[in-house]
């Protein structure tokens, strides 16, 4: 089959278009004919290898897995034999391992069924950014009706989304992001939109119930200034925080420093499951979630794509189609 192949870490030259086996599936895996893959950070994160934290998970002189990609949409070709929710015709969208290709095994709990209200590029953005943003605002965040949310990163992949599922859970909120994407971000439904270059919302003259720090990267007593004296602060993530550790270390001390403050200040890994996948599914084929997808690429052309991406022009979310 064809697929994007990364022998090494760098820059988006360490991915090659070229041909390769099938992947071989699992009693409890999908094979899945890909429609479409999204492009996020973390495939990025991969790429380059960076932070140096990501060589001792996955792979110290290049990735285990030389098919980049997770985020997939497409339809169900083969299955294991211990799978039972799906069958050969089934169209799908999740989470797999290496999307950028022509066929992607994916584990079963981590598939569910493609809302027939979007086409496979929408669905194939949906799950690597959606969960983070899902479980920042619902578990972590724990926002509720009539609060005031702030979103740092509203523009990107998972700020595209944690904008919607805020206001879809009542709160007011106000997304922050650079000035040529203020249009986007108003449109996802935020009640403000703050452009970071002219504006400093840490300031202290404002604070918010809950603070969603997607990026940005500011330091841990720029946020908590922006927090209610019994706030909530979400890290998410954020990029620019060095090359061994990418500035975990403020995660690290938000977690250390939260038991002895009023303020709740935490970060989390998103977990990626069915469940949490069904509940953005229904959510958007029921028209209250939309992936923002700004650029869709074919598969060829992902060098395009991922440069797109790491350059900070994404509005929302880019897709390659197969
Ligand atoms: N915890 C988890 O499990 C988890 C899961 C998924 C992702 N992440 C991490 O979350 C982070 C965001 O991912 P993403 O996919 O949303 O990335 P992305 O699509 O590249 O979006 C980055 C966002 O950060 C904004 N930004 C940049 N500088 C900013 C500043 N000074 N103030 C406010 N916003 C600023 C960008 O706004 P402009 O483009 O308008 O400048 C954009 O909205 C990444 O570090 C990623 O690795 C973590």
Redesign the pocket.
Known sequence: MKAIVQRGYGGVDVLEFSDVERPQIGPEEVLVRVQAAGV???TW?LMAGLPYLVRLMFGLRGPKNPVPGLDVAGVVEDVGERVTRFAPGDEVFGIAAGSFAEHARAREDKLVAKPAKVGFPEAATVG??GL?ALQAVRDHGQVRPGQRVLV????????SFAVQLAKAHGAHVTG???T??TDLVAGLGADEVID?TRDDVTDGRRRWDVVLD?????PLRALRRALMPTGRLVI????GGGKVVGGVDRQVRAMLLSPFVRQELG????SENARDLEVLADLVQSGRLSPAVDTTYALADARAAVDH?SA?R?RG?LALTV
């Open positions: 996020d950070r973390g994160h690597v950014s983070a740092l990163g509203a523009s990107g992949g998972v700020g922050v992001c650079s040529a994407k970071y997607i990026g940005g990267n500011r998410v993530g954020g990029e970060t989390f890994i998103s991406l900070g994404a979310k």
